[in-house]
């Protein structure tokens, strides 16, 4: 590709951080994404037949509107069925306070939809003699590089550029014979046309042809789970989406041609695709303009705009990349061996050592971190930005009780928080949603959401009064949400962008506040509760999801009312009497119990769990993501907590996994930590499954919730969602280092090392950044201890340094932007 920055090869460039396959993509899982936040697209990587499935982050069904709440209530209304519900358990009839609890359910979140696919068709550039495909994590792009029969040798770069908004496809020819043959360049969309593909009426520059196509998404799209007729209507408003196509061809015997809505070459030396798209969907808004002839203009502006310098579309990308990814740095003392990525997962499946393949995974999730989450766009959903399905996995939506959330745990301490924007964005206006549903549904004070939203800011309980209250019935999305807003001041120290944000911890805690009850021994609880998603049996054997004060619930509201006592002045908030009521609730909360087997208990009562090995372990949430729970602050608590993770068992779904091994890092438990490294490495595609057991075929049958990767590294529930390769690299950053404890001095702990597991004994790692607006420029290690450290604040700051060879600690005064070497 011309202008592309390249120095040497990927793999001595960057700690080699390429994935490397070694045939086309069989399902759309095998491919490699590529974005710039707004624009996903998967690439297949096909040499005869390439497909680039494509996605706007902006191409949702429905519309903005406030969706009908309760409307089973019926005319008792929704504070009557609440109330209902709460005298039902009162009186120890679970039963009736579920059925209760399911009339204040509503409709469903909208869902993520495709847009389209760029198809390209040449037959004698295909049955290829040799054939490599690579993403490289550093520079953002992905290769194809093959021999065809005849001898060509083909090269083929994709890349979706965030500086100039556009997708760029390369493929050319090298050596050694002329290209014949015609290359044929086509969309396809699943969605029905408004206005199909044409030739576009703009000129282009010389050598360039261009095609514009404009759809529209559906108006309501029912989750994959439902069972209904017509799950997919567009009878309704939708967003307007448009696709403009440009082909650029150098080296036939002539130009490019438009011919029925697809773009023909002859024998083409060189082909570049360009593709912009543009939606009438207003992000910051959340609103749709509803202008079919502005749409495709915007569209088209963004292709014209880029053609005159395509050169030099390659080296903006890369410098833009890199600039994110090379901030963080990570060496496990491990060469990557010579081998396509899929027969290294199988060959760790069967126990070879590969702790390069964890390198690859944490600079992996802070790939997709980079290429789908940008500021301005919208928050990445459970696949990230990047979904080929009209109807996909749970609506691709965001998934609030934990998948949201999980999706941004990397942004901070991977020294990505300009990627962390669009979801405190985003929170800013589902709070304001959120106080009509707190108000209308609950009578509360402040904001609530719950487990489901997407872009127009749906808050309710969603279920249509048939989904679980497993699920339905857990109003903590925003007491959760709104640890991000804190996260963010805790790494950045920005005070401005607390108190820009402040509303949304403000108002989940006037929610909280009003949401508590009082219960018979003068404590404070919540009714109705659940741990989200678990259930537990009643004595006769019945299935129950709801209770009283779930220890997720009180968690999660101690968690958050900590955070406002403690950084309410520094937001600006000097309401006297919210911190009155936030202090008597933190002196009536109880905390955390160990449950008479030794778990930290799940449930206000000790009962018997549904499913022992539920992929849900929200009632560990002030383990990690919270910070008050670890071996030195609560060693009791902590006990049970590592009990309760082994009582899970060894397997479950991908993104489950990566919590565990992030708890697992927080309780210092490196051999359990090493157990889920490896779990979450596990391949899920059955051929890798079948070759992973003919080398061990000891394991016997496959667990019953095995989760994993896929062959391209993607992260399998199954199927994907991104949230766990995103959690599995804020694990691993929890294993190398952890500065969440503050001491009574107000000094805080930066603790090298805490959950080193054994198999890295050698390393480094350069760029973390850490709470207090402190980075670890460097830390270097050797047979598992320390021996070199370097912290850099960005404001004056003491810090108390410990390692993992005992509790012995020092403490340094850092100075503002000047780089301390630790004294070991």
Known sequence: MSGRVTTGTPAARDGGLVLRLDAPAREWTDGFPVGDGRIGAMVTGGTAHERLQVNDDTCWTGAPGAPDLAPLAGTDGPGAVLAAARRALTDGD????????????????????????????????????????????????ATTAWTAADGTAWRQDVLVS???????????????????GTLVVALTSPHPWVRPPAATSVPLPAGAVGVVALVRMPARVLPDYVDAPDPVSYDGPGVLAAVALAVVADGGPGGPAVVD?????????????VVATATDHVVADARLHGEADRVVADAVGRLTAVLPDLEGVPARHVADHRSLMGRVDLDLGASPPDAPLDARLVAHARGAADPHLAVL????????????????????????????????????????????????????????????EPLLAWLDRLAVAGERTAREL????????????????????????????????????????????????????DDDALRRHWPVVRGAALFLLDWLVPLPDGSLGTAPATSPENQYLLPDGTIASVGVSTTS???????????????????????????????????????????????????????????????????????????SIDPDQAPALAAAARRTLD????????????????????????????????????????????????????????????????????????????????????????????????????????????????????GHVRGLRLRGGVRLTELVWRAGRVTRAVLTANRPTAVRIRTAEGPARVTLDLPAGRPVTIPL
């Open 261 to 273: 809505g697809v773009v023909e070459v002859a024998a083409p030396a060189r082909v570049r695709v």
């Open 361 to 420: 995974a944490f600079q992996h999730g802070r790939y997709l971190t980079v290429a789908g989450s940008r500021p301005g766009t919208l928050p990445m959903h459970l696949q990230g930005i990047w979904n080929p399905h009209v109807q996909p996995p749970w609506n691709a939506n965001y998934t609030i009780n934990i998948n949201t959330e999980m999706n941004y745990w990397p942004t901070l301490v991977g020294d990505l928080a300009e990627c962390h």
């Open 442 to 493: 609950y009578g509360a004070r402040g904001w609530v959401a719950h487990h489901n939203s997407d872009p127009w800011c749906f808050t309710a309980p969603v279920g249509a009064g048939r989904d679980s209250a497993s699920w339905s019935t857990w109003p903590f999305g925003g007491v959760w949400l709104a640890r991000h807003v804190v996260d963010h001041h805790d790494w950045t120290g």
């Open 553 to 627: 619930d009180l968690a999660m509201a101690r968690d958050l009312l900590d955070h406002v006592r403690r950084l309410a002045a520094v937001a600006g908030d000097d309401d006297a009497d919210l911190r009155a009521a936030v202090d008597d609730a933190l002196d009536r909360l109880p905390a955390e119990r160990v449950a008479p087997d030794g778990r930290l208990a799940e449930w206000s009562a000790d009962v018997a769990d549904a499913e022992p090995e539920h992929r849900h372990q929200s009632h560990l949430y002030r383990v990690f993501p919270g910070t």
């Open 162 to 180: 965030h500086p100039d908004g556009v997708l760029l496809l390369d493929r050319r020819a090298q050596a050694p014979t002329t290209p014949t």
């Open 647 to 762: 009582a899970r068992g060894p397997d479950s779904t991908g993104w489950s996994l990566a919590w565990r091994l992030a708890l697992r890092a927080r309780l210092r438990d490196p051999e359990g930590l090493a157990a889920l490294v490896d779990a979450f490495l596990h391949p899920v595609d059955p051929d890798l499954v079948d070759a992973a057991r003919a080398g061990r075929p000891q394991d016997g049958p496959a667990p019953r919730h095995a989760g994993g990767v896929y062959r391209s590294l993607l992260c399998a529930h199954p199927p994907f969602q991104v949230d766990g390769n995103l959690g599995f690299t804020a694990g691993v950053a929890e294993a190398l280092v952890q500065a969440h404890r503050v001491d009574v001095d107000g000094v805080r702990e930066v603790h090298l090392l805490p959950a080193l597991p054994a198999a890295w004994p050698d």
């Open 94 to 141: 679970v039963p009736a306070a579920e059925r209760h609890a399911s009339r204040l359910q509503s409709g469903y979140t909208q869902a993520n939809q495709p847009l389209v696919d760029v198809l390209l068709t040449h037959p004698d550039a295909g049955e290829a003699r040799t054939y490599r495909r690579t993403l490289d994590l550093a520079d953002g792009v």
